[in-house]
């Protein structure tokens, strides 16, 4: 019973983190209605900003945090700005957002090898190696630190989504950005704040992984599996990402505790197959009917 509490533990922690990342993949699909696979790029950028910072700079703990906030905000800021809202102002179909968001992937990952380095590094120590001991379970410094921090930003994200004006105007656009466009609202503006939130979740998520594990170009596509943990949930859905990216991390722990850390992707992939066969909309997503 002990040990199934203690990966419990350790499922959460990384469950949070991936949520980080699900919510920002919810935010976009649910006013743009495509999938940004550009949202690697974010990590990426939360994850080598916070390295420079805390390695290069020795800027402190807390800086460092504030600049993959910062860092990843920015990017997906230029990412909507430069390749987004050109094909939106055209009119393109969501076919054209979604190459667009791969290329920007790709764009990011190769500009990181070329421009900084492509070898693995690794974050100074964060915290003290020793871990908090609660009766039988053991519990690290990290996996708090992370688990704390992103349930408070979920805490901040959902108090501003449902108690704020433009919380308002991001759920309205969630139904019908055109109308809520019709209302006075900027759209440009308040889709550029969607990014930003997004980028902002997403740096912050790169310092964590990063941090718990390597810095390393091809660190964005852990997006994948935040990206598996929306559809579980149903994309679009903000508590659905929270749930399915709980979820996820749960599970993935549990099955490399109990049967193999092999075995650990091909169920989570036959998970999300099966997913979208019986329940394309996941667990909290809305099937969205297209009006003619």
Excluded at 53 to 72: C, E, F, H, K, W
Excluded at 78 to 89: G, L, M, Q, T
Excluded at 160 to 185: P, Q, W, Y
Excluded at 189 to 203: E, K, N, P, S, Y
Aim: hydrophobic letters at 60%; zero cysteines.
């Amino acid at each position: 019973m002990a040990q199934f509490i203690q990966q419990l533990i350790n499922g959460l922690s990384m469950g949070f983190i991936y949520a980080l990342i699900a919510i920002g993949y919810s935010l976009i699909y649910s006013i743009l209605s495509f999938s940004n696979f550009a949202h690697s790029t974010f990590i990426i950028t939360g994850a080598y900003t916070s390295f420079f910072l805390m390695v290069t700079m020795r800027l402190p703990l807390p800086l460092a945090l504030l600049g993959a906030i910062v860092g990843g905000a920015l990017i997906a800021l230029f990412v909507e700005n430069a390749a987004y809202r050109p094909i939106r102002n055209r009119g393109s179909p969501t076919l054209y957002f979604i190459i667009a968001s791969m290329g920007m992937s790709i764009l990011g990952e190769n500009f990181v090898i070329a421009a900084i380095w492509a070898r693995i590094r690794a974050f100074p120590q964060l915290f003290p190696v020793m871990a908090i001991s609660v009766g039988p379970l053991t519990i690290s410094t990290m996996d708090i630190f992370a688990g704390v921090t992103g349930f408070a930003f979920l805490l901040i994200l959902v108090f501003v989504i449902n108690k704020t004006k433009a919380g308002m105007a991001i759920r309205a656009a969630s139904f019908d950005l055109e109308t809520v466009g019709l209302m006075g609202v900027n759209t440009v503006r308040l889709i550029g704040l969607v990014f930003v939130v997004a980028g902002a979740l997403a740096g912050l998520a790169g310092f964590f992984l990063g941090a718990r594990f390597t810095v390393y170009p091809a660190i964005g596509i852990l997006t994948i599996k935040a990206y598996i943990a929306a559809v579980f949930g149903g994309l679009g859905s903000l508590p659905g990402a929270v749930v399915g990216a709980v979820f996820l991390g749960i599970m993935e722990v549990m099955i490399a505790g109990y049967i193999s850390s092999a075995a650990r992707d091909i169920v989570v992939f036959a998970l999300l197959v099966t997913v979208l066969i019986f329940r394309p909309g996941g667990i909290m997503g809305v099937r969205r009917v297209e009006k003619v």
